[in-house]
């Protein structure tokens, strides 16, 4: 017993340069603990800190995660030094590391850029519907790599961050109000009075369909065979599509309910006599 502790001891007496494996051991262990410590006691205050600022998911994931980054290099500075590693090694050694990691990692560092140009510049959130780097959907969560955004048919689509920054940005949900734009037809044996009558209706009917501002009923063109007539309504964002397809809908039914007669092509053929 007592040989295997001398030899115990002779092994965490080891030394490389003046750097003993015990002394590594102890750094090990010292870190654990702090990194237990971070997740267990210092987690939850730093959630109480956030909360009395009420920032958003973005803002709030962004700010944990720096948080505790910087808490970690803290803690390798402390049990650096307490080993016999000096800060200054240990700067220049993270420093070098730095640097060769960026350099592997372009990518991944512009997407973490553009991250934090989200954060700032605050382009959309979790929740609206946008359009980005050619796709549509519910921004679902946005990190410090990517954003994820749920598509309509429910696939979760990933958009690196540089993707998502580098184009046009549509935010269908940053204003309160969304405005739908339909069009619909009525044959030329049709009045003018009857069909904006009709289309009213059928606006007055539709739950989701606002009232104020007024809906908008004009003629917008001409084909063969029926006049072509502009619908503008405005509904709340987030009942865009709801207003779109009942508004739809509700239009075929109060034309068909005013006797509104929609234009059928026709062709007259004439024979003439030899």
């Known amino acids: 017993m007592n040989q295997i502790l001398a030899t115990a001891q002779q092994i965490l007496d080891f030394k490389v ?15 654990a603990i702090f990194n237990r410590l971070i997740s267990m006691i210092m ?21 944990k995660a720096l948080i505790k980054v910087i808490l970690n290099f803290v803690a390798i500075c402390v049990v650096a030094e307490s080993i016999g590693i000096p800060i200054a090694s240990v700067l220049a050694v993270i420093g ?10 372009q990518g991944a560092l512009s997407n973490v850029a553009n991250g934090f140009m989200i954060l700032i510049t605050k382009p959309f959130k979790v929740g609206d519907y946008v359009a980005i780097a050619g796709i549509e959907g519910f921004v679902k ?21 540089s993707e998502a920054m580098g184009g046009k940005i549509t935010n269908f949900s940053s204003e309160e109000l969304r405005r739908v734009d339909i069009e619909t037809k009525a044959g030329y044996g049709n ?10 209706e059928a606006v007055k009917d539709t739950p989701t369909a ?11 063109g001409y084909t063969d065979y029926a006049v072509v007539y502009t619908i503008r309504v405005w509904t709340k964002s987030e009942n865009y599509w709801d207003c779109y397809f009942d508004l739809m809908q509700k239009v075929g039914e109060f034309k068909d309910k005013n006797g509104v007669v929609g234009g059928v092509p026709s062709m007259n053929v004439i024979n003439a006599k030899e």
């Open 191 to 200: 009045k003018f009075e009857d069909v904006y009558k009709a289309v009213l």
């Open 17 to 31: 340069g003046n750097i003993s494996v015990g002394s590594v051991l102890q750094g090990l262990i010292l870190m």
């Open 96 to 105: 070098m590391l730095g640097l060769a990691i960026s350099l592997s990692v």
């Open 210 to 220: 606002l009232q104020d501002p007024a809906p908008f009923v004009r003629v917008s």
């Open 43 to 63: 987690g939850p205050i730093i959630d109480k800190i956030l909360d009395r600022f009420k920032l958003e998911v973005t803002v709030r994931g962004f700010t």
């Open 141 to 161: 969560e946005i990190n410090m790599l990517c954003t994820k955004v749920l598509s309509i048919d429910n696939k979760l689509i990933i958009v690196p961050n």
